[in-house]
């Protein structure tokens, strides 16, 4: 069965910098493209970073480019993502997510979310 | 960026109806349409990938249909296990773009 545990969520000051990280299980996790996904509160889903299985190419939207870095460490299947100078409008749910295979598609699980909240 | 618009944006209905939910992409996507539902306090689930083609283990009254810019979603008789948040997603293109959702919910 498929797992993803997220965990490092909290409560941060706006500028600040926080690392989420999530524990894969159940797949062979260095065959997988991964992704975090998240969702603020009340709101609907937005797509944050994915990384490519050996962890060469990462891929952001520009609202989180150069300020999110998404990272992976195949031996301990883990996922990572390091936030910097969050803002207010990052507080959300985050969600760790498998891609179906490797490549940039759907997203075929989820873990069941962290929630970070920047506030002062 | 591909902007998708659902609609609508609430739908209320009786369990046992059937309904079918819109999804429209600003651009040409071919069928790089995918569908979530996501139940109230819990993670999104995949429902459809590529526009029509099913998931294992999820029900048969869920179908999806559509290509190019205009996607549906279909629930055939929606039971009581349905009413949530429905979301679609395009891997047509970089970033990747969830529509705003549409909540089924009992009339």
Known sequence: ?120 | DIVLTQSPATLSVTPGESVSLSCRASQGISTSIHWYQQKSNESPRLLIKYASQSISGIPSRFSGSGSGTDFTLSINRVESEDFSVYYCQQSYSLPLTFGSGTKLEIK
Request: overall charge positive; glycine content about 8%.
């Open chain 1, 1 to 120: 069965e498929v797992q993803l545990v997220e965990s490092g969520g909290g409560l941060v000051q706006p500028g600040r910098s926080l690392k989420l990280s999530c524990a894969a299980s159940g797949f062979t996790f260095s065959n997988y493209y991964m992704a975090w996904v998240r969702q603020a509160p009340k709101k609907g889903l937005e797509w944050v970073a994915t990384i490519s299985t050996s962890g060469s190419r990462t891929y952001y939207p520009d609202s989180v480019k150069g300020r999110f870095t998404i990272s992976r460490d195949n031996a301990k299947s883990s996922l990572y993502l390091q936030m910097n100078s969050l803002k207010s409008e990052d507080t959300a749910t985050y969600y760790c997510a498998r891609h179906y295979s490797s490549y940039l598609n759907w997203f075929a699980y989820w873990g069941q979310g962290t929630l970070v909240t920047v506030s002062s």
